[in-house]
């Protein structure tokens, strides 16, 4: 059975600025969002390059219903301040259809996991680009050392263990 994941905006503007969002299309998974994070989407860069996804029927675009944003709403008056409604909007579709959610928001996280919702970050994003053999171990360890650089908001001592792992076994291979 192929496995479906939402992303929320974090992940794509990581992979946007990574060059690695042809890399996550790769994946054989079925990848959706919502409309919400499409609107979110200001940087006419990345916007760009997920149409190109949406146009190729890669990316599936989820519209919530009348009865989701009432959810929405609730489940945002239950949640913490700083969570956008652009979350919850991601949390209640992955929720409601059984999906896995992908996110960089350590709120969002907190939140999908009190919905019963299976959560990863970016660090499992790697690892399963690493272990579809998408990008190398050496390759991984580069573009980790990168995301470093460009995401202060990452668990650092996950991102170095991966970055020492994967270093060590690209000179294995050597």
């Known amino acids: 059975m192929k496995k479906i994941v939402v992303s929320d905006t974090n992940i794509f503007i990581d992979l946007v ?5 042809d890399n996550f ?10 409309d919400f994070v499409i609107s979110e989407l200001t940087d006419s860069t990345q916007k760009a390059a997920l149409n190109v996804f949406i146009k190729q029927k890669k990316l599936s675009v989820g519209t919530l219903s009348s009865e989701d944003v009432t959810e929405m709403l609730e489940l945002s008056n239950q949640s913490p301040r700083n969570i956008s409604i652009t ?25 999908a996991i009190a ?26 360890a580069e573009t980790l050392i990168e995301l470093k ?13 991966r970055i020492n792992m994967w270093l060590t076994k690209s000179k294995e291979k050597q």
């Open 17 to 21: 600025k990574l060059g690695l969002l």
């Open 25 to 34: 299309f790769m994946l054989p998974w079925e990848i959706h969002t919502t």
């Open 87 to 111: 979350d919850i909007s991601v949390c209640i579709y992955a929720r409601n259809n059984g999906y896995m959610l992908l996110t960089g928001d350590k709120q969002l996280r907190k939140v």
């Open 115 to 140: 919905e019963n919702i299976i959560v990863h970050g970016i660090l499992f994003l790697f690892d399963e680009l690493v272990s579809h053999s998408i990008l190398t171990p050496g390759q991984a």
């Open 149 to 161: 650089r460009i995401n202060t908001r990452l668990p650092i001592e996950d991102v170095n263990e």
